[in-house]
């Protein structure tokens, strides 16, 4: 593929370059945008090695003294005018090195061709060639319209290895969640015995993957084939709803609408979840471990309830009235206390309440917060 010079590297007194950045100035008819990869040619004592490196920030500068010159310059602000004084102006960027070929870590000399990195330069550049195991994570598009597959070591993303992914963004953009999601489809895509579980924190949105997406254009799926991904819904999908009483909803407490929960019980990938006293007692901890107790009141209360006999063989319901009567007050003084507590009114009372809120306002332990789900997808359905 040919490469396209697009400037020359510009070494100065106050910005000489170096090993790790420089700068180089741009053709009047070339563009960039900022993470362009771009690279040059560096030789040293006949030996050659290619730089890489990624475009950070793009400037533009003239010969005029100041912003006020060019104001007057137009006629005082007349903004149909035009300049009475032709400056003499010239694009600039500035590079941060990525990589060198031959391990040549001299500084760029001045006037140095920059090139547009092509598809082969840009996969050398970001290690790509060397990935195995590879799933889809997006592309890399340059302004010079030059299109690149990036692809990640499965292997570090749901295991043996690593087995984590950090996403970072702006919040309440729903990039973040829009990115995971990509990355599930290319992991059912890709690998045949991967199942995956989703905890949904989002309302209804998250509780139609197994539906085609009437928003999406022509144009999105097109995008999508640059990552060698099909553009198409999740497939064996089973969705877990918190169980609630009311079979209208058909005891599922989610915010869901009903004729998408009747679809979803029609096709029978739709079921409930409870949690059992007898299966979760010894679970409850989880309930407080953002709770602050440094004086380990709340674990001793815990470690009754776990280990006591008189919390042993309950329902749910039992077991909160009779939480309900530990706490109330004067029950120290009839000696029926099996909750001990740290001394202090206040340090008392701060655990009954977070006793109170946490349990005995609770409808059931078996409720989540509404539109919560649970999701099951694997190459068994």
């Excluded at 040293?44 to 400037?59: H, L, N, P, W």
């Excluded at 010894?282 to 309830?305: A, G, K, Q």
């Amino acid at each position: 593929m040919t490469s396209t010079v697009i400037g020359k590297v510009s070494a100065t007194e106050k910005n000489p370059t170096c090993t790790d950045n420089f700068i180089f100035w741009l053709d009047d008819n070339v563009e960039i945008k900022p993470f362009d990869i771009v690279k040059a040619t560096n030789e040293v004592q006949g030996k050659r090695s290619t730089t890489y490196a990624i475009v950070e920030d793009i400037f533009h500068i003239t010969d005029s003294t100041g912003h006020l010159s060019n104001y007057v310059s137009s006629d005082f602000g007349d903004i149909t005018c035009p300049p009475m004084t032709k400056r003499l102006g010239v694009t600039y960027a500035n590079a941060k090195v990525i990589k060198n070929t031959h391990e040549i870590y001299m500084p760029l000399k001045d006037s140095t061709l920059v090139e547009f990195a092509d598809e082969n330069d840009i996969k050398d550049a970001l290690g790509l060639n060397d990935i195995k195991n590879p799933i889809p994570a997006g592309f890399i598009e340059g302004a010079n319209s030059v299109t690149v597959p990036i692809n990640l070591n499965s292997e570090f993303l749901i295991g043996p290895e690593g087995a984590h992914l950090n996403i970072s963004g702006i919040s309440g953009l729903a990039t973040k969640t829009s990115y995971a999601m990509f990355l599930l489809q290319a992991v059912q895509q890709t690998i045949e015995d991967a199942a995956i579980v989703i905890l949904n924190v989002k309302g209804d949105d998250l509780l139609r993957i197994d539906e085609e997406n009437p928003l999406l254009r022509e144009t999105d799926k097109k995008v999508w084939g640059k990552t060698g991904l099909c553009c198409k819904p999740f497939e064996k999908v089973r969705y877990f709803y918190p169980y609630k009483n009311n079979k209208d909803s058909f005891y599922a407490n989610t915010v869901l609408e009903k004729g998408a929960l009747t679809k979803q019980v029609d096709l029978g990938i739709m079921s409930n979840f409870i949690y059992t006293y007898d299966h979760d007692k010894n679970n409850i901890d989880l309930i407080f471990s953002n709770v602050d107790d440094p004086s380990f009141t709340m674990e001793s209360i815990i470690n009754v309830i776990m280990e006591s006999d008189e919390f042993s063989n309950l329902t749910w319901d039992e077991f909160k009235a009779k939480l309900g009567e530990k706490c109330s007050a004067g029950t120290k003084k009839n000696g029926n206390v099996e909750i001990p507590f740290s001394p202090g009114a206040s340090s008392r009372d701060s655990y009954k309440n977070q006793l109170i809120t946490r349990f005995l306002l609770m409808p059931s332990l078996g409720l989540l917060t509404a539109g919560n789900a649970i999701f099951r997808m694997n190459s068994n359905g």
